[in-house]
């Protein structure tokens, strides 16, 4: 009975442990998820203010001077 204990003791500190790593890794894989968001984002916003640029420029360059 007293080995049972200790052997179940063993797995449960060893349990604790794999789930402390686990707890540690997700952590930092939603962290990191997070700053790839931002990430795409702040890519999307130049992307866009790129075409607006684009956009913007043939415009300009599609009008017909004043004296045609």
Not at 49 to 65: A, C, H, L, T, W
Request: hydrophobic share 30%.
């Amino acid at each position: 009975m007293e080995n049972l204990v200790k052997k179940l003791e063993e797995q449960i500190t060893f349990l604790q442990q794999e789930i402390s790593q686990i707890s540690k890794e997700l952590y930092s894989q939603q962290k990191e998820i997070k700053d790839l968001k931002n990430e795409i984002t702040n890519l999307n916003k130049r992307i866009e203010d790129m075409d607006g640029e684009i956009v913007s420029s043939i415009d300009k360059e599609d009008k017909k001077p004043p004296h045609y």
